[in-house]
């Protein structure tokens, strides 16, 4: 499962796969009005002379000309494709660069482009003159001109779409639409609080397990997925502990531990002998690839916004509207999060734990969030008025204690910088005018 999802991933970040298929379409079209225009009787097609009166040279000719503008218009979308992608990547950061790969709009266009010129060459073929068995596709030929029209379209389209998607708007926008996608797979259950004490009580036990033993990973990677209900059957089955040490979002590199395992507590002295077999079967459960991907790592889509704030707030940018609409969205994601509730660390099965998982916590996701746009963002008091504003928007949507009191240290450390790197005393009267309002809401 975990590498039919891994594939579906990378197929939908391809620029190939959506234009393959429409190619595939457009051939099975092609053939299929071949093959009713054989079938058509010509005095049918007589009776319409305006709407089929091509003769086999006016068919020709008109397909030819057709399939080579549409194959210099596919040449021309795929290099405004990568330019644009050079440029948001090179003016916000590069990992935005596989977003516009993903883009399905994209995909569309390049694939439409193509598949008509794989339709004219398939219909072409067909045509013959007057010195051969005459046959011209009149439907077909009617089929490739109404593709051609429709093509005029798709370019106006995609002109439009590569100007939109290049605003940083619309860039947050779609980062921000797809991480809160990310956040209600993951937190699926809204208003939780977080971890127990009686849950860390029951992690620090299953932790005092000695006799561990090593669970290296196969392949160097970032963790994409993992089947931690996979994983907890397998622990089952086997009546072992198992304790990941990567969790998704985390690179591994070839021969680094992935997960360590250990007899359960109701056979604490059993010897578990490590073998090729068993660190394939653990490794199956994990799922590595080159890069981060955004459907299972909402903290990858935080991690994006924060780049494109960085590189406005560097000094040779000094973009602070920039910033602020990345301040916006973060809130709007760890608004998300801290309304909803964390999976239990330590998994279990019939009352036994069974598996200890690695993953964020509110905290991390606070801190990812804030603290390098914060530091980044030293002097300029608009950037911490809005730090303030955006972490009293996340503060109204929890009433857990431990997560409110992640958000007052960031609200102490933003004083101290505010006090440390602003100069004038309006710019510091303001920011602590908004301190006190921020207090007031955490203290609420």
């Known amino acids: 499962m975990n590498k039919l999802k891994q594939m579906l991933s990378d197929l939908r970040a391809s620029l190939w796969f959506v234009p393959g298929v429409m190619i595939i379409v457009s051939i099975a079209l092609a053939l299929a009005l071949i093959e009713v225009d054989s079938s058509v009787k010509a005095e049918w097609i007589a009776d319409y002379p305006r709407l089929f009166g091509l003769g086999a040279d006016g068919a020709r000719g008109m397909l030819t000309a057709i399939a080579g503008s549409m194959l210099t218009v596919a040449a021309l979308t795929f290099s405004l494709t990568l330019n644009s992608v050079a440029q948001a990547s090179a003016q916000f950061t590069p990992r935005i660069f596989r977003n516009f790969m993903r883009d399905r709009a994209n995909q569309f266009v390049l694939g439409y482009f193509v598949s008509v010129f794989v339709f004219c060459l398939l219909v072409l073929r067909t045509i013959r003159g007057a010195d051969e068995l005459k046959f011209v596709p009149s439907f077909a030929v009617l089929a490739g001109l109404i593709l051609a029209v429709g093509g005029v379209l798709v370019l106006i389209f995609f002109i439009h779409h590569i100007a939109d998607s290049l605003q940083i708007t619309t860039i947050l926008d779609k980062i921000t639409g797809e991480t809160k996608e990310a956040v209600e ?260």
């Not at 994983?231 to 979002?249: C, F, H, P, Q």
């Not at 990812?368 to 996340?394: H, P, Y």
């Not at 006090?419 to 005393?425: K, N, S, Y």
Request: include cysteine; glycine fraction near 6%.
């Open 185 to 444: 797979k993951m937190f699926p259950q809204e208003l939780g609080e977080a971890a127990t004490e009686g849950e860390k009580v029951e992690i620090r036990q299953a932790e005092e397990v000695k006799e561990w033993k090593k669970i290296p990973a196969l392949q160097a990677g970032y963790v994409q997925d993992v089947n931690t209900d996979g994983l907890l059957k397998y622990a089952d089955e086997n009546k072992v502990l198992i304790k990941m040490r990567r969790g998704i979002g985390q690179f591994a590199g070839r021969g680094a531990t992935l997960a360590e395992i250990a007899p359960d507590t109701e056979t604490p002295n059993r010897e578990i002998k490590i073998n090729r077999a068993k660190i394939k079967e653990i490794n199956d459960f994990f799922s590595l690839d080159r890069h981060r991907t955004i459907e299972q790592d909402a903290g990858f889509g935080i991690r994006q916004i924060v780049d494109i704030a960085l590189k406005a707030l560097s000094p040779g940018v000094n973009d602070t509207t920039t910033a602020i609409s990345c301040i916006d969205n973060l809130g709007e994601i760890v608004g998300e999060i801290a309304r909803r509730k964390m999976p239990a660390r330590v998994r279990s099965k019939d009352d036994a734990p069974r598996v200890i998982v690695v993953a964020p916590d509110f905290q991390d996701y606070v801190e990812t969030a804030f603290d390098q746009i914060r530091i980044s963002g030293k002097a300029n008091f608009a950037i911490f008025e809005r730090l303030l504003t955006t972490i009293m928007f996340v503060a109204e949507r929890t009433t857990d204690k431990t997560r409110r009191a992640a958000l007052r240290k960031q609200i102490d450390l933003i004083g101290e910088y505010a006090a440390q790197t602003l100069e004038t005393d309006y710019e510091k009267e303001k920011v602590r005018l908004r301190l006190m309002e921020s207090e007031k809401v955490i203290s609420e």
